[in-house]
């Protein structure tokens, strides 16, 4: 099978002219680094929460999922190191803008909130505190960097760069897909502060739900019961990971392996947001 990408977590293979493989690996980023160790099994979690969604969503937006059953796949793929963390999808024309929509304030729009007041030029009530929730989901798209960093990105530019009416449709159903997850996810008692979407175009111009959706990876996911308006939060999200990285001053770029209780407490945080949303055991 052709790889055609390798990205920081997913490999992308091409079945042939309408079908791709997403396989989701072990390996965690932040900061825009590929960490040097591996988290056992978060593969196969972002995959099952992805999985989970995408048929939740279903109604409001279609999605690329074919199958992720070992069964449907090429032979080649028909082995243990590929199951659980594979999806058989359809091949779209994705739109270069990712989708962020932050229900909270908190991280990046926090740090902007307190500067200006604003979040991604977004103007917002006077007086709000850390990890608040908005009166609103706000989208605050960024481009979508093959290289680097991504960069926010207006409104009325996401318009000038795909057309009025796409851009349109793309905040609408994002933002319906957020409030729909969001009221399910505090029934059992996480509260989504934000995630990142991302869409293509079928062979017919639809639009059509792609990548993953509201994983650990994409998405920062508070337990309800601990949620306190006016500072940070606990999370069941790779941002414990980040805040290790922050405290200790670890350096990605030298190489050197993560303790092992921090990939430990990271792979449960994992765990526990799967089973938590999907009511499933891992």
Not at 165 to 172: F, G, I, N, P, T
Request: charge should be negative.
């Amino acid at each position: 099978m052709k790889k055609i990408s390798s990205g920081k977590v997913r490999e992308i293979y091409e079945v042939d002219d309408d079908k791709l493989l997403l396989v989701v690996s072990d390996r965690i980023s932040a900061f825009d680094y590929i960490l040097p160790s591996k988290v056992p099994n978060k593969g196969k979690i972002l995959n099952q929460i992805s999985k989970f969604w995408f048929e939740y969503t279903k109604d409001i937006v279609p999605n690329h999922v074919i199958s992720t059953d070992l069964k449907d796949f090429p032979e080649e793929f028909q082995t243990s190191e590929f199951e659980g963390r594979s999806m058989l999808v359809k091949k779209l024309k994705m739109i270069p803008v990712e989708c962020i929509i932050r229900g909270y304030i908190t991280g990046s729009g926090w740090k902007s909130y307190k500067e200006n007041g604003t979040v991604c030029g977004i103007k917002l009530p006077e007086g709000l505190q850390e990890s608040q929730k908005l009166p609103e989901p706000i989208f605050t798209p960024t481009t979508k960097a093959s290289e680097g960093h991504d960069e926010n990105i207006s409104f009325e530019e996401v318009c000038n760069l795909i057309g009025q009416d796409l851009a349109e449709k793309l905040r609408a159903k994002a933002i319906e897909i957020y409030k729909t997850c969001a009221e399910y996810a505090l029934s059992k008692g996480v509260i989504i502060a934000d995630t990142k979407f991302e869409f293509g175009l079928d062979e017919n111009g639809n639009l059509v739900l792609g990548d993953e959706v509201l994983t650990p990876d994409s998405s920062r996911f508070w337990p309800a019961d601990d949620y306190e308006v006016g500072r940070s939060q606990k999370s069941f999200d790779k941002q414990y990971l980040r805040d290790w990285i922050k405290s200790t001053g670890y350096n990605p770029e030298t190489g050197t392996p993560i303790p092992e209780d921090v990939i430990d407490t990271t792979s449960k945080k994992y765990i526990e947001a799967y089973e938590i949303l999907t009511g499933k055991k891992f």
